[in-house]
Structure formats: C-alpha cells, structure tokens
C-alpha cells in the first residue's frame, strides 16, 4: 500500500513554500497574450498547469491565494479539507471528494489527518507571480473573527 513517502519519492516531489511536496506535470506549450486575460496578470500565460501535490500530517497548506481557478482532485489518501476564507470573509470548508474548485481570489489552505496525493490543475497557466501567501498579522487584522483556523494554517513570522 503507497504512503507520503512512497508518492515523495516515485513522483520525486519537491518542498513547496505553502506546505507539502509538489511537482510540476505540465505546462501548456502555448500562451494567452496579456491584451486576452484581466489586468490582474500583468502578462501572458500559459493556456494552463498542473501540479502533483501531497499533503501528510506533519504540514499543511499555508493560506494562499492566486489569480486563477483551481482545480483539486484527490487521488489517494485523505480526507483532504480545504479551507476557504473569501472577499466578504465568510469562512468555509471542503472536502476534496473527488474534484473541488477554490475560485480565483478566494484565500485557501489545506489540511489532511494522514496523507493525502492530489492534483492541481490551473487556467490560465500558473506562475509564481501569481501567489500571494499573507502573513499571520496581516490575516488577523483582516479576519479576527477567525483566529484559531489563521493560527493553524499560518506560520509564525
């Protein structure tokens, strides 16, 4: 039976920033120009990517958030919960079982009690200038009413 490490290893995925063990899959060969897509890219993208991501239970996904959709579909493991805080700061949960999608702009994070193997997929194609991931004091000035889940999926300054 495969375990975090079995999937760290066979699909050699790497430390990511927000958490976890990543690795990139595919990146489209062609790109949207940047007069097609909102200001918000500052340039063009890729049509579109997709990560390999795995989260266990000695990390979790930092609040983040992108300018794009994203596409979670869980392949092994889990449960895995994802968190959402969005514009008007209404908090929520859900599961990854088997598709769900974070919307653009809507702060996220993730958690997982054992492990769990997933894929993200992005349109327009991701690029790290597209990541935000807002610190612990920032979140909490603007979301005090939910501390205990910032101080869980936030790391210290």
Do not use: K, N
């Not at 809507?106 to 193997?117: D, E, I, K, N, S």
């Not at 349109?123 to 979301?143: I, K, N, T, V, W």
């Amino acid at each position: 039976m495969a375990d975090a490490e079995h999937w760290i290893r066979s699909l050699d995925l790497a430390p990511h920033p927000e958490g976890g063990w990543y690795r990139e899959i595919y990146r489209s060969a062609e790109s949207l120009p940047a007069a097609a897509l909102p200001p918000r890219f500052g340039g063009e993208r890729r049509f579109s990517t997709a990560i390999y991501y795995l989260l266990d239970t000695s990390s979790f996904s930092a609040f983040h958030r992108i300018h794009q959709d994203e596409v979670w579909h869980l392949y092994d493991g889990g449960p895995l919960t994802i968190h959402t805080i969005d514009a008007a700061g209404v908090y929520a949960t859900h599961e990854v079982a088997p598709v769900t999608v974070v919307p653009a702009g809507v702060l996220f994070g993730a958690t997982t009690p054992g492990y769990a193997l997933a894929g993200c997929t992005v349109a327009p194609g991701f690029e790290f200038a597209d990541f935000e991931m807002p610190g612990r004091a920032a979140l909490l000035e603007s979301y005090p009413q939910h501390r205990a889940i910032i101080e869980r999926l936030t790391r210290p300054a």
